[in-house]
């Protein structure tokens, strides 16, 4: 089975930094996804982090732990338009599997940006 | 390019009727995926194509939904005799064939069983 678990909603000040934390317990594990949803949209791939570290993607890093069972999203220079929700998704199938590349997505987090 | 499309973007039905709900993946994207969002809960994995194959069907919620994908394109998802528990947002993704780590989301149809 799947379990992954992630705060149901934060809130922060614009300009700010912001962690969003996201643990997981899955049978197995071929690489964390985070994924930005606003409302009413599509959800947009963020990063992918499949080795232990820290991926930076300008305004955007992301970090994994996979011996924790542990990653974050960290948001730099918080804009209002980074309100949406947050998805922490992992991957446990491998290739051709049947299931192939399908995600176990985590309830995601609400970010409100406040100015 | 175009991205994903999904239609209808909002089907309202009553209870008992059946629907269609349509996904254009990218053009030459090869695998297909379909997901289910509940209100409060995350995405929930439904069915996988790699071209017009499904090789389990394990993930969809009960008999009455059904998938089929034609001509490697063009997927649709039907579900039959309609639930209220089956309003949902209904959200279809592709990705290219070589191993690929991204998932391109369709907008999603949103169904509202009343």
């Known amino acids: 089975g799947q379990n992954i678990d992630q705060p149901t909603e934060m809130t922060a000040t614009e300009g700010a930094i912001v962690q969003i934390n996201c643990t997981y317990q899955?049978?197995?594990?071929?690489?964390l996804f985070w994924y930005q949803q606003h409302a009413g949209e599509a959800p947009t791939f963020l990063s992918y982090n499949v080795l232990d570290g820290l991926e930076e993607k300008g305004r955007f890093s992301s970090f994994l732990s996979r011996s924790k069972g542990y990653s974050y999203l960290l948001l730099k220079e918080l804009q209002m338009k980074d309100s949406a929700s947050y998805l922490c998704a992992v991957r446990d199938t491998a290739v051709n599997s049947n299931s192939g590349y399908a995600l176990n997505f985590g309830k995601g987090t609400s970010l409100l940006v406040t100015p | 390019g175009a991205g994903v499309s999904q239609s209808p973007s909002n089907k309202v039905t009553e209870k008992g009727k059946d629907v269609e709900l349509r996904c254009d993946p990218i053009s030459g994207h090869t695998a297909l995926y379909w997901y289910r969002q509940s209100l409060g809960q995350g995405l929930e994995f439904l069915i996988y194509?790699?071209?017009?194959?499904?090789?389990?069907k394990s993930g969809l919620p009960s008999d009455r939904f059904s998938a089929e994908r034609t001509g490697g394109s063009v997927s649709t998802l039907t579900i039959q005799r309609t639930q209220q528990e089956d309003s949902a947002v209904y959200l279809c993704?592709?990705?290219?064939?070589?191993?690929?780590?991204?998932?391109?989301f369709g907008p999603g149809t949103r169904l509202t069983v009343l």
């Open positions: 899955t049978s197995g594990f071929n690489g």
């Open positions: 194509f790699q071209g017009n194959s499904a090789p389990d």
């Open positions: 993704a592709s990705s290219p064939q070589l191993p690929n780590n991204e998932q391109f």
